[in-house]
């Protein structure tokens, strides 16, 4: 975990805060449904996502951009393992994100559930 969060770079500690924050939410959408709770849901589960689709395209950028830059990795017989290397770091946002959006909305499927029951 803490060679994704290597991996991922600063963009990482405002997924998984957002993330915690779905998480959250959601779970208290189980415990008590509401129209406000899974607005409040919905916006926070949009901010994980905008937040992991930005780290992800932000390290794909830097490689990108740094490969081209470097004269021993453009000319390198290894180019492919370097870039490939590269965008699989980039890669870690999307994993964190999209991990805790999968789960946040699955406890929100239970509270609109819940929601339906009652």
């Known amino acids: 975990m803490v060679e ?5 770079g600063v963009v990482m500690f405002f997924i998984l805060g957002f993330g915690l924050l779905s998480l959250a939410v959601a779970a208290a959408h189980v415990v008590r449904p ?3 709770r899974a607005a409040f849901f919905r916006a926070a589960a949009r901010a994980t996502l905008f937040a992991a689709l930005t780290g992800t395209l932000a390290g794909f950028s830097t490689v990108f951009h740094v490969v081209p830059k470097s004269p021993e990795w453009a000319h390198s017989p290894d180019l492919a393992l370097i870039v490939m290397t590269g965008l699989g770091e980039s890669l870690a946002n999307a994993l964190l994100g999209f991990g805790l959006l999968a789960l946040a909305w699955l406890l929100f499927a239970f509270g609109e559930r819940r929601a339906l029951a009652e």
């Not at 994704?4 to 991922?8: A, K, N, Q, T, V």
């Open 4 to 8: 994704l969060f290597r991996e991922g």
């Open 34 to 36: 509401g129209e406000a």
